[in-house]
T-cell receptor, first 110, second 113 residues
Framework: QKEVEQDPGPLSVPEGAIVSLNCTYSNSAFQYFMWYRQYSRKGPELLMYTYSSGNKEDGRFTAQVDKSSKYISLFIRDSQPSDSATYLCARGLNDYKLSFGAGTTVTVRA | DVKVTQSSRYLVKRTGEKVFLECVQDMDHENMFWYRQDPGLGLRLIYFSYDVKMKEKGDIPEGYSVSREKKERFSLILESASTNQTSMYLC????????????FGDGTRLSIL
């Protein structure tokens, strides 16, 4: 079983819709979580970083962590065509290493 | 802003060649990482370094080695390139400690013929 499983997608939504992205993880040790956005032919760009349960907001982005269910989510409000990208979730265990999901490709239609 | 620069965006090499991929970061980060990214497999850690001249194996170190002679530079070496090493290679860096977010370069797409 992979340490981090990500909903595979792809997702296609109309402009202005809410995008919901989800990952589950299998380890219960102290850990922290990140969401990255990756445009085609570019490297991953850090969007959100959190280590506690609950919600963290940054503009149109909300990261949600539910440690009891081992579930992490990213919500994008008022989605724009410029949000079209692949989104990666990642989990760290305080040992320098990250476990990544396989990524979900999102297309926002104008 | 953190800047991680990889020396080549695209590289084509032949089987058996020794290949060097270079990465430089400008934020005085202690930690540096090398990943490969393949469709359906996500990012997999090859090697990382938490200090100059220090290196640790990641999940898939076979066929690779690394060098970190200066804090800002981390090199990945394919000792004898093989076709199954055709991939996107990503370098990342982070601040000191084992729980810091990592910042990535734009990758080197390496093809081994």
């Amino acid at each position: 079983q992979k340490e981090v499983e990500q909903d595979p997608g792809p997702l296609s939504v109309p402009e202005g819709a809410i995008v919901s992205l989800n990952c589950t993880y299998s380890n219960s040790a102290f850990q922290y979580f990140m969401w990255y956005r990756q445009y085609s032919r570019k490297g991953p760009e850090l969007l959100m970083y959190t280590y506690s349960s609950g919600n963290k907001e940054d503009g149109r982005f909300t990261a949600q962590v539910d440690k009891s269910s081992k579930y992490i989510s990213l919500f994008i409000r008022d989605s724009q065509p410029s949000d079209s990208a692949t989104y990666l979730c990642a989990r760290g265990l305080n040992d320098y290493k990250l476990s990544f999901g396989a990524g979900t490709t999102v297309t926002v239609r104008a | 802003d953190v800047k991680v620069t990889q020396s080549s965006r695209y590289l084509v090499k032949r089987t058996g060649e020794k290949v060097f991929l270079e990465c430089v970061q400008d934020m005085d980060h202690e930690n540096m990482f090398w990943y490969r990214q393949d469709p359906g497999l996500g990012l997999r850690l090859i090697y990382f370094s938490y200090d100059v001249k220090m290196k640790e194996k990641g999940d898939i170190p076979e066929g690779y080695s690394v060098s970190r002679e200066k804090k800002e530079r981390f090199s990945l070496i394919l000792e004898s390139a093989s076709t199954n090493q055709t991939s996107m290679y990503l370098c990342a860096s982070s601040l000191e400690g084992g729980n810091q977010p990592q910042h990535f370069g734009d990758g080197t797409r390496l093809s081994i013929l």
